[in-house]
């Protein structure tokens, strides 16, 4: 009878150090808090939430907040923490983050962030009322934000993208597969940011070679926009700041993505916003327009008239959100996982397939710039 008790202990004792090793241990585990630098500067805290079992079979998701210039904004706001913990229960890797001068990311490298010189948009459009150039302030807030600056919170999520780029090398995550996933504003820059990556291209190269021109045909990798699996955007908005880039949205930052590359995009209202309603099936029906392989999607979800992330209920994010990422990463397929060398690597921008090549990022760079002025934002 002992010798029996024995070796049922045993057995359980086993199982439950298997249990503790197995690789569905990562979830539903606290998400770790990060930082990483924008290549103008500031510093962004997010939340990572590691995948189980083995990356390279899902996507990584990526969250953007919606955010307001009152009301502010920050990815602890309404459903984003439930959301990134059942996607993390799915398998996915999640980064989410606050956007500059909102929620925690509020802290800059006052050397780089206050250039005037190499970085004008934050010296002429963020400063505080009363600002000392001799000692210029090593925090930011988004009240002192004029409305022209907040197109530059795109700058973030290039930042954000190559995080994932090291966490990808680190095979924490597989960030050729990724999945955006925005709200308001937050989409609008996305849907910004998903455009700049259909030109932007890394070059292959040793990085001792990288300062001598490349030849696009031999040199350069697939645009970068290769790595999106999708877009899900919950009542995108035709402004960022005060400007309107409703045009621009539906003319060339939307058809990049789903037209010319054939990036699945989700337009989610509410079922009582009739606003919003209107606006993403005129934005699914331009974009789409006679081309059936063009996928995207104006879709309802339950949730009256409220807008953005107040859709991210918790039945909503189990029911609705959640399985629409799994048909979309299955409808997608999986890339495999390859080293980004996002660090020791140039980037370039080629507008044209066969056209000049502009340098975006040089190698030992941390994160690259985004370019306003190729995406139709200034002069």
Known sequence: MMSLWRTSLLTGLVAAVAALL????????????????????????????????????????????????????????????DLATRLQDAGYAVLSFDFRGFGDSTEVNKGTYWDSKKHPHNFNYARPRVFNQAKPPESIEHKNFTPHYYAYLVYDIAAAKAYLDRENDRKGANSSNLILVGAGQGATLGAMWVANEAYRRRDKRPANQAFTAPNAATDLADPEIKDVAGCVWLTISPTIGNRNVGQTLQRTWLPAAAKTNKVPVALYYGDGDKKGDDYANTLAKSVKGNDSEVQIRALVIKGGDQKGSKLLTEAANKDVIVPFLEKMNKTRGTREQIDKKVEASAFYYQVQAKGPLTLNKKAGDEAPPVSLKMLGLIP
């Open 22 to 81: 197995s690789p569905s241990d990562a979830y539903g585990q606290k998400p770790d808090t990060v930082k990483f630098e924008t290549a103008d500067g500031v510093t962004i805290q997010g939340s990572f939430y590691a995948a189980g079992g083995k990356v390279n079979k899902k996507a990584v998701v990526m969250l953007l907040h919606d955010f307001d210039a009152k009301k502010g904004g920050g990815r602890t706001q309404d459903g984003w923490g």
